[in-house]
C-alpha cells in the first residue's frame, strides 16, 4: 500500500486455477487475472477509495462474485512548511500538501525541546482541517518552537511526519511608552521594563524602519529637537 498502490490479497479457494479480478462499482470491468489469491494495482490517485470483487475459476468454471472491498490509497506527507507572520502569541504555518486530495485533514503538532517530552497537538485531525494552512495562536512570548504537520488519508491511517520547521515568537512590547518635555530641545522618554530584554529599539512613530536608539534601560532622553514641536516615537 502507497500513494499510488494498494496490495490486494484473498483466500485461496480449493481446487481453483486461476483468480478473476474486477472493480466493485463496475463488475464486468475485468482488472486482472491471477494465479495466486493476491494482486498489486498501481497508477493510483492518492488518498483515494479503491474497491475490488474476486472470483474463482475451478473447472473452468467461474464462481460467484465475492464481497467487496475497499481501501484507500495513503496519503502524502505534508511539506515542506513554511512560518510567516511572527508575533508575539501567534504565527502562521504553510505546508504543500504534495497531491493530496482537497478533503485531506491535517494535524500539526507543536514543541518547545523538539519532540522530546513537551509535545501538543493545537490542530487534531479531528478538527477536519483541510487546507494547507493555519494560524498557531495563544503561544508564550519570545519563545523557541518547532512545528511539525502529517496527513491522514479517508482509512484513518497517518502519514510520517514533515520535516519540522522552527521559529521563535517576538517578545512583548513594552508596554506605558510615554515621553515628558524636560526643556524647549528634549524630551524624555520612559517606558515599562519587558522579561530577558538586553536593550530596547526606539523608532520615529510615522517610520518605524529607521532605529533612532538602543537604550539598554527604560530611559532615553532625545536632545537637539526643535521648540514647541511634535515628536512621535514607538
Known amino acids: ?25 463496475s463488475p464486468a470491468a475485468l482488472y486482472a487475472q491471477r494465479p495466486t489469491p493476491d494482486w ?23 464462481s460467484l462474485l465475492s464481497a467487496s472491498a475497499t481501501v484507500y490509497t495513503q496519503a502524502a506527507a505534508p511539506g ?12 502562521a504555518l504553510t505546508w504543500l500538501t504534495n497531491g493530496n486530495p482537497a478533503a485531506t485533514p491535517y ?3 507543536l514543541s518547545t525541546d523538539n519532540f522530546a517530552t513537551n509535545v501538543s497537538t493545537p490542530v487534531a485531525f479531528g478538527d477536519n482541517l483541510t487546507a494547507g494552512t493555519t494560524v498557531l495562536t495563544g503561544l508564550s512570548v519570545s519563545t523557541m518552537y518547532q512545528v511539525r504537520v502529517r ?30 518635555a524636560v526643556g524647549v530641545s528634549s524630551i524624555s522618554w520612559t517606558w515599562d521594563p519587558v522579561p530577558g530584554a538586553d536593550h530596547y529599539n526606539v523608532y520615529p512613530a510615522s ?18 529637537l526643535s521648540t514647541n514641536t511634535a515628536y512621535g516615537r514607538a
Open 207 to 224: 517610520n518605524p524602519l529607521s532605529v533612532l536608539s538602543s537604550p539598554v534601560s527604560t530611559l532615553w532622553s532625545e536632545t537637539n
Open 40 to 62: 498489486s494495482e498501481t497508477g493510483l490517485s492518492t488518498n483515494t477509495a479503491y474497491g475490488i470483487e474476486v472470483t474463482a475459476i475451478i473447472g473452468g468454471v467461474e
Open 80 to 91: 515542506p512548511l513554511s512560518v510567516s507572520a511572527v508575533a508575539d502569541t501567534h504565527f
Open 151 to 180: 496527513a491522514e488519508n479517508g482509512d484513518f491511517v497517518p502519514t510520517a511526519f514533515s520535516g519540522t520547521v522552527s521559529t521563535q515568537t517576538l517578545s512583548a512590547a513594552p508596554g506605558n511608552f510615554a515621553g515628558s
Open 1 to 25: 500500500l502507497g500513494v499510488s498502490s494498494i496490495s490486494w490479497a484473498w483466500g485461496v479457494v480449493s481446487g481453483a486455477s486461476e483468480y478473476r479480478v474486477y472493480s466493485a462499482s
Open 107 to 109: 494535524e500539526v503538532s
